[in-house]
């Protein structure tokens, strides 16, 4: 399963940015996909999922109300638009395919893209 991220930058606290996420010949109603995020000196911790064909998303509360997950299954894409940003987004976001939360809320996923940094400015 091969994942191509674009997007991905710099941008100012405040400010908004998008990256995307496109998986070639996956069948997007079977998998759940998403995102993770690496800050440095941190874990990688999940933080936005779409289970298709419902549409079901699912948010970490450090980004939930600021981050909204869409997932276009014509063009098996995943995109992730990022507002109100914080200096404490600022991490490496890697776009997931197989994403299992627990009902301890442990975020695992088995298929990754090679990640894109995000970096926020004060």
């Known amino acids: 399963v091969q994942l191509v991220e674009s997007g991905g930058g710099l941008v100012q606290a405040g400010g908004s940015l998008r990256i995307s996420c496109v998986v070639p010949g996956l069948a997007f109603d079977d998998y759940v996909v998403g995102w993770f995020r690496q800050a440095p000196g941190k874990e990688r911790e999940g933080i936005a999922s779409c289970r298709n064909p419902e549409v079901t998303t699912s948010y970490a509360p450090s980004v939930k109300d600021r981050f909204t997950i869409s997932s276009d299954r014509a063009k098996n894409k995943v995109t992730l638009q990022m507002s109100s940003l914080k200096p404490e987004d600022t991490a490496i976001y890697y776009c997931?395919?197989?994403?299992?939360?627990?009902?301890?809320?442990?975020?695992?996923?088995?298929?990754w893209g090679q990640g894109t940094r995000v970096t926020v400015s004060a």
């Open positions: 997931a395919v197989d994403i299992l939360v627990t009902y301890e809320d442990k975020w695992y996923a088995n298929y």
